[in-house]
């Protein structure tokens, strides 16, 4: 009986797939090791490394074109992070618990979404995210960084994000929709999605810290520096295309109200 036992042991030893680190993981049934002192399977790839079933060992797998987050300070990551503060993510967006929560925050998107499915969103946006243009190498390099920032920061508690409905009474009759919108889009905590517009930039977040600093050489777009690019772009950038914009006090005080956000 005690030999029987001692069999099953060994046995069981031996045919059960252990990763390193002395973490049992079916993976290694059907998959070589690779990167060893990085952790376990699951540790970069996700899924279920206690299942045998390839539905359920695979469910929720990080591929890894996407697992280079984990890989510590990878090329791709620098690139991802890169491409984060150049496309000014996180005047729309949380990422790595910073940034602006006028759309949702990453950190949450990347627990309750697949990979695929997030490059598949930045690959083609819905209506209201700009399109950015990115070949799927870059993408790559995106969805690391956003799932490198969310592991840092880990799980907090962060207040609902206020729902506006298209539709509503009034619509329209801001003065971002009347003065900007025919060219300009922006999301706005006040008053949702405003602008139909593609021709000029997206002014999402404009008078945030997260938006690209595009006023004159390198400035930071301000109450101030908006007043005197509408007053004569010209002025500020002999290139501009854009006329000028005469508003009155009240219509200068409401889109700066429109415009501004509260924080992170």
């Excluded at 695979?58 to 984990?70: E, K, Q, V």
């Amino acid at each position: 009986m005690v030999i029987h036992a001692v069999s099953l042991i060994l046995a069981l030893t031996f045919f059960c797939p252990v990763a390193w680190g002395g973490d049992r993981q079916a993976c290694l049934s059907c998959h070589f090791t690779h990167y060893e002192k990085h952790g376990n399977c699951t540790g970069c790839h996700g899924g279920n490394g206690d299942s045998a079933r390839e539905n359920i060992a695979h469910s929720g797998l990080i591929s890894g074109r996407y697992a280079w987050f984990t890989m510590g300070d990878s090329a791709i990551m620098k690139e991802g992070e890169r491409l984060l503060e150049a496309l000014a993510c996180r005047r729309c967006h949380v990422s790595g618990g910073v940034g602006n929560r006028l759309a949702t925050s990453l950190d949450s998107v990347v627990k309750i979404r697949t990979v695929d499915e997030i490059a598949a969103t930045i690959l083609a946006p819905g209506s209201e995210m700009p399109d950015l243009g990115l070949s799927e190498p870059r993408t790559d390099a995106v969805v690391n960084a956003l799932l490198g920032g969310a592991k840092k920061k880990g799980s907090t508690v962060v207040k609902p994000l206020v729902v506006h409905f298209k539709g509503r009474g009034g619509m329209g009759k801001d003065v971002f929709s009347r003065k900007c919108g025919p060219c300009h889009r922006a999301l706005t905590e006040k008053l949702g999605a405003l602008g139909t517009g593609n021709s000029a930039p997206n002014l999402s977040g404009l008078l945030s810290p997260y938006y690209p600093k595009s006023y004159k050489t390198n400035g930071k777009w301000t109450e101030k520096a908006l007043r005197q690019w509408l007053e004569n772009p010209r002025k500020i950038r002999l290139d501009a295309r854009m006329p000028p914009v005469p508003l009155k006090e009240d219509e200068l005080r409401e889109l700066v109200q429109i415009l501004s956000v509260s924080g992170e």
